[in-house]
């Protein structure tokens, strides 16, 4: 079975710049997050779907952040305009269904570099 | 919300030896709690998790205990080998079905 696949794998930018990250999660897989995950430190829920509907964004940085889920399959996270403090790896995970007990499985991550 | 913290940061052990994470949890709804393992360049992948209706689980080398009482839980690592080297996250999930994660422990095993 293919796991979550992420792509770009890095990426380096100038601040007030944008960039985009993709994620494809495992087949099948309802629920799809995004995790924020700075050096040195766990990972950070930024956003989940369930299916194509956003079920907790409640740590996005709604200003300069965005994610979609088009068709309840694939997904994209956008910064517009980054920061330095955004330098970090972003991952995406997925998971069968959404509750108590799901396993969520992890993509490799998009490590950002915002200079 | 949840806060999880984990301890040590670092933990360094000899080849064969055993390795010991502990973390707390502040909510007392949370009833589920994973362990993840990270590689160098590599997402999280699970190790281990324990629902709370359990206070121990066992996977080969790999235990994780749970003191709901006391609000902490644990990983165990025995017999650890070179390919132990990693960084381990713990994680505790409440009825809201949100993940939070603790700061890490990264694990060296010297030959």
């Known amino acids: 079975e293919a796991g979550v696949a992420q792509s770009p794998r890095y990426k380096i930018i100038e601040k007030r710049q944008s960039v985009a990250f993709w994620c494809n999660p495992i087949?099948?897989?309802?629920?799809l997050y995004w995790y924020q995950q700075i050096l040195g430190q766990g990972p950070k829920l930024l956003i989940q779907?369930?299916?194509?509907?956003?079920?907790?964004d409640s740590q996005l940085p709604k200003d300069r952040f965005s994610a979609e889920r088009l068709k309840g399959v694939d997904s994209t996270l956008k910064i517009q305009p980054a920061k330095l403090e955004d330098s970090a790896v972003y991952l995406c995970?997925?998971?069968?269904?959404?509750?108590?007990?799901?396993?969520?499985?992890f993509g490799p991550g998009t490590r950002l570099l915002v200079l | 919300g949840e806060n999880v913290e984990q301890h040590p940061s670092t933990l360094s052990v000899q080849e064969g030896d055993s390795a010991v994470i502990k973390c707390t949890y502040s909510?007392?709804?949370?009833?589920?709690f994973p362990w993840y393992k990270q590689e160098l360049g590599k997402g999280p992948q699970l190790i281990i998790d324990?629902?709370?209706?359990?206070g121990e689980k066992k996977d080969q080398r790999i235990a994780v205990t749970l003191n709901k009482t006391a609000k902490h839980f644990s990983l165990h690592i025995t017999e650890t080998q070179p390919e132990d080297s990693a960084v381990y996250f713990c994680?505790?999930?409440?009825?809201?079905?949100?993940?939070?994660f603790g700061a890490g422990t990264q694990v060296v095993v010297t030959p």
């Open positions: 995970a997925s998971s069968l269904d959404t509750g108590v007990g799901e396993t969520q499985y």
């Open positions: 909510d007392s709804a949370s009833n589920y």
């Open positions: 994680a505790a999930m409440g009825s809201w079905g949100k993940l939070q």
């Open positions: 779907f369930q299916n194509n509907g956003v079920v907790d």
């Open positions: 324990i629902r709370s209706n359990v």
């Open positions: 087949s099948g897989h309802a629920t």
